[in-house]
């Protein structure tokens, strides 16, 4: 009997041993620097497709991955368009075609095994009768999605941050990436929405304890959303018609400020929400922000810099809604030896596939900006080669 008592006894602290191991592994930090101290952020703006994303688009995102290969994947709103029938009574089916819209390109995030997050943006729940909780349940199905809620009873859904570890030590914090939710229309005012009160709050506490987790130093951080702060029109002026990197508005030409402008171009009127948000000033006040990187604006892809912090805009990834020859997506790289500053590009659709006709008839296939009689003379080019490639490819 002692024996046997002796055996469970040994069986179960061996069962406890292995749960342990499993329990500490599991805890151990999602993402670190690399060996060489570099961390790589795909940040792909304004998707905004349907239940089924065009080939393009599909195409271009499996090129994206594999050559520019990220550690970290962030969606930054309007990651699709809220497919919905348009009536208050097919929540089935209005769940169904989001589900399907998602999957589309969360599948393929899951296939190359890179880590998402995501923040929702003013499309991703438009006219479709679904909530954002609803939506962000089902990214949670997906291995490769790390996203979440931080705190259910703040406004809006999907506000959170995502650490980044050191290289040399695993569990010594690094580097912190924002997360928020921008919210969608100012209901009472008419206009996009903001970050609101809560949600800033949260930021100031979190920030706060992070500090206090690293030796009383602030950590360096940046912030990903899809509406851009509204503070981004304290550093706009008038100038003359003509000016190099301005635009027209109203029948007067605008350009940012020369002492806060870096690189990039100003193509579109900035859209942000219409009431004033703390968050730009807060962030300010904790000066651990590096960067914000918005999308919203798919013609824009500038960075600009204002009390410290850069404000960046991505251009719209996407072929299915308004946009310009500039639609890609932003590349964003971290040095772990150097983290007050950050190295980053536009990767445009041309720059992988502009040498081919083929391609770029394609392209005109599908992109929203061309007129239906270029989808047609390009279908026309594109679609007997595209045969005769199957063909050869299935023959040969």
């Not at 502009?354 to 026309?380: C, D, I, P």
Request: one cysteine or more.
């Amino acid at each position: 009997m002692k024996k046997v008592l002796s055996i469970l006894v040994a069986a179960v602290m061996l069962f406890a041993t292995f749960a342990v191991g499993i329990s500490a592994e599991k805890s151990s930090p999602a993402l670190r620097f690399n060996e060489d101290g570099k961390f790589r952020i795909l940040q792909i703006a304004d998707l905004q497709d349907n239940a089924v994303l065009n080939p393009v688009a599909k195409d271009f995102l499996k090129a994206a991955i594999e050559n520019e290969k990220p550690d970290l994947i962030v969606l930054t709103g309007d990651n699709f368009a809220g497919p919905s029938t348009g009536t208050n009574i097919c929540h089935t089916i209005d769940k169904s075609l989001a589900k399907k819209a998602i999957n589309e390109y969360m599948s393929i995030f899951e296939k190359y095994g890179i880590p998402v997050t995501m923040v929702p943006g003013n499309h991703d729940d438009d006219n479709i009768k679904l909530t954002k909780e609803e939506e962000l349940a089902m990214y949670e199905k997906y291995d490769c999605f790390i996203g979440y809620d931080a705190d259910p009873e703040m406004y809006g859904c999907g506000t959170h941050n995502i650490p980044i570890y050191s290289s040399k030590n695993a569990y010594k914090l690094a580097y912190n990436l924002w997360m928020f939710d921008s919210n969608s229309y100012d209901e009472a005012l008419g206009g996009y929405d903001y970050v609101h009160d809560d949600q800033v709050e949260w930021y100031v506490n979190k920030s706060n304890e992070l500090k206090a987790a690293n030796d009383g130093k602030v950590v360096p951080s940046m912030v990903f959303q899809h509406i851009i702060v509204k503070e981004i029109y304290d550093i706009i002026e008038e100038c003359p018609a003509g000016t190099p990197n301005s635009m027209e508005r109203d029948g007067k030409t605008y350009k940012f400020k020369d002492e806060n402008y870096k690189t990039g171009y100003f193509k579109e009127w900035p859209c942000p929400g219409t009431r004033p948000s703390k968050q730009f000033g807060a962030m300010v006040d904790r000066g651990d922000v590096v960067a914000m990187f918005f999308g919203h604006d798919h013609n824009n892809s500038f960075e600009v810099n204002y009390k410290g912090i850069d404000l960046v805009a991505t251009p719209g990834f996407t072929l299915s809604s308004y946009g310009n020859e500039d639609k890609g997506f932003r590349v964003i790289d971290l040095d772990e030896n150097d983290t007050s500053t950050y190295e980053t590009h536009i990767v445009q659709w041309q720059d992988y596939y502009g040498s081919s006709k083929m391609a770029m008839n394609h392209y005109n296939m599908y992109a929203q900006e061309n007129s239906g009689w270029v989808k047609f003379t390009s279908a026309l080019k594109y679609i007997p080669f595209a045969l005769i490639k199957v063909l050869f490819g299935y023959i040969f």
